[in-house]
């Protein structure tokens, strides 16, 4: 079957470095999405990645190594509207994304 | 409007109703998708549509039954609904389905209660 694994919660303190992990088994790969999603709000894009390596956006970066079936979001200089939860969703053979349960990330002050 | 519209918003509904939701899309894209959101549930994608013409069905219970009158117009018409249907149901468009293309712009949700 096919799965993307995600830590169900993760705490962090504003001003610090956090990463996100996934780790996915999927039937084909065609690409890795990272989606944000605030509690009672729309998910909305942050990344996309397809080719293994680091993408720098900003205070957001995500990696992928296709390899090891794994990919990480770190979020720098964390604020506290960081707060919301973090999905990760792989695209596979057949272009259907499949999601994670996503990662809800706290950030304490 | 902008982005991807979604309404009501919020829905209280009987088991014995029907109601339905509607999305519509204001990007110029041509697909557009409905999905399941349970808490701490990864999202389910129930229903795919690219061009107008459905190209996924996961397995969705017949009481839940969609229409795409166009490319930016989505409808889900629902009937007999189940206390467990009781979700937020979000819809979401996006380019195209490969690639890059597939990023998909979601809507802001109808929150579903089935009594």
């Known amino acids: 079957g096919q799965n993307i694994d995600q830590p169900t919660e993760m705490t962090a303190t504003e001003g610090a470095i956090v990463q996100i992990n996934c780790t996915y088994q999927?039937?084909?790969?065609?690409?890795l999405f990272w989606y944000q999603q605030h509690a009672g709000e729309a998910p909305t894009f942050l990344s996309y990645?397809?080719l293994d390596g680091l993408e720098e956006k900003g205070r957001f970066s995500s990696f992928l190594s296709r390899s090891k079936g794994y990919s990480y979001l770190l979020l720098k200089e964390l604020q506290m509207k960081d707060s919301a939860s973090y999905l990760c969703?792989?695209?596979?053979?057949?272009?259907?994304?499949?999601w994670g349960a996503g990662t809800k990330l706290i950030i304490k002050p | 409007e902008t982005g991807v519209t979604q309404t009501p918003r919020h829905l209280v509904m009987g088991m014995t109703n029907k109601k339905s939701l509607k999305c519509e899309q204001h990007?110029?894209?041509?697909?557009m998708y409905w999905y399941k959101q349970s808490a701490k549930k990864p999202l389910e994608l129930m229903f795919v549509?690219?061009?107008?013409?459905?190209?996924e069905n996961n397995s969705v219970p017949s009481r839940f039954s969609p229409e795409c009158p166009n490319s930016s117009h989505l409808f889900l018409h629902l009937h007999t609904l189940q206390p467990e249907d009781s979700a937020l149901y979000l819809c979401?468009?996006?380019?195209?389905?490969?690639?890059?293309?597939?990023?998909?712009?979601f809507g802001p949700g109808t929150r579903l209660t089935v009594l």
């Open positions: 979401a468009s996006s380019l195209g389905t490969s690639g890059e293309y597939n990023e998909q712009f």
């Open positions: 990007l110029g894209h041509n697909a």
């Open positions: 549509y690219n061009f107008k013409e459905q190209t």
């Open positions: 999927t039937s084909g790969f065609n690409g």
């Open positions: 990645n397809v």
């Open positions: 969703a792989v695209m596979d053979s057949n272009y259907q994304l499949i």
